[in-house]
């Protein structure tokens, strides 16, 4: 498969510290790590990203507003020309996160699990946590900010897909992204609620009806989308998947890995050059070569169309070169 020379979105784990506990978390975040990266050494990751001309880093965690250097993080980055984004939790913007460090992101993404209050404070393990993250997008719409929700379904809220899509449509956001449970991290305990093949079908030929009739962006992790696109289809060179071919992540102890949800190692920002691991790495160039993708995936007639996911593989049964086990495709 052809993939850029580097990549051009670098999400960034930035702490692992987190003041919620929510159960199905994949980076099992609580506490700070005592191995985190310190702010010099997040100067050189940008300034390696930076002289590679990386477009944007997308900031998550833990929380990541609660790192106490993000502020002066982002502020090097945009120094450098780097675009930044920020996925969180919503609690600190609700209780007054400064707005002059807000509106140095180009879009804030704020997780919601369910327009129903109880299951979405279940999910996050505390109570209050819906009320707040209502009260965080309307301060963010207030103050001129671009808005993104971030939905993770699983079997606890595949039943309120459809309310929530009517939801998300008067939440007057600018972009909706939804993926799918991977049992890892915390979620690894409960992996019981990760989907079927036909919740995962319907969840996914819903999201492909709405795509084109509601006023925000509409944005998924299932390569499976492209079986409902016969364009897509058709082309050899569709890419079904950002880890390793657009997208690269950093851990907050320095660990380059392909995608959150996958949390294998090939390499660290400490002894490694970013770019060689990009390039060189077995793990990156494994998950760019399909074939060497076995089981269902390998003998799929579209595996240059589709190729599953590999995240959802490893996590199932250890093996990211394997069968998706959630594709509905026979």
């Known amino acids: 498969m052809e993939f850029m020379k580097f990549p051009l979105m670098v999400g960034w784990a930035i702490t692992n510290k987190c003041n919620l506990n929510c159960l199905y978390c994949s980076q099992d975040s609580g506490e700070m790590l005592d191995e985190e990266l310190s702010f010099e050494e997040a100067k050189m990751v940008i300034d390696q990203l930076a002289e590679n001309k990386i477009s944007v880093i997308g900031f998550t965690g833990g929380e990541p507003l609660l790192k106490k250097e993000l502020p002066d993080i982002v502020r090097y980055a945009n120094s450098k020309n780097i675009r930044c984004q920020v996925t969180t939790n919503g609690l600190l913007i609700a209780n007054g996160y400064p707005v002059e460090y807000l509106s140095r992101f180009i879009k804030v993404r704020i997780s919601l699990d369910s327009n129903n209050r109880e299951t979405h404070d279940y999910l996050r393990n505390q109570e209050g946590c819906y009320d707040k993250v209502i009260k965080a997008v309307d301060r963010l719409k207030r103050i001129g900010m671009q808005v993104e929700i971030v939905t993770t379904i699983s079997t606890r809220n595949i039943d309120e897909l459809d309310s929530i899509i009517e939801f998300v449509k008067d939440l007057n ?41 509601v006023n925000f ?101 250890g093996d990211f070169l394997t069968t998706d086990p959630i594709c509905w495709k026979e």
């Not at 449970?181 to 999201?207: D, H, K, T, V």
């Not at 996958?262 to 660290?268: D, T």
């Not at 770019?275 to 993708?293: G, H, I, P, Q």
């Open 173 to 213: 956001i600018d972009q909706w992204s939804v993926s799918t449970f991977c049992p890892i991290g915390r979620g690894s305990e409960i992996s019981s609620w990760m989907i079927s093949a036909e919740q995962y079908r319907y969840m996914s030929q819903r999201l492909w009806e709405i795509k084109d009739s």
């Open 217 to 317: 962006l509409v944005k998924t992790d299932i390569p499976q989308l492209v079986l409902l696109d016969e364009n897509r289809l058709k082309s050899e060179n569709y890419i079904y998947c950002a880890a390793a071919t657009e997208l690269l992540v950093i851990f907050p102890n320095g660990d380059l890995a392909p995608c959150f949800s996958m949390p294998l190692s090939a390499g660290n920002v400490r002894t490694d050059k970013i770019y060689d691991v990009w390039n060189n790495s077995k793990l990156f160039n494994d998950l760019r070569n399909k074939e060497l993708l076995t089981g269902k995936c390998g003998d799929c007639e579209y595996i240059n169309a589709c190729g599953g996911c590999r995240a959802m593989a490893y996590a199932k049964y």
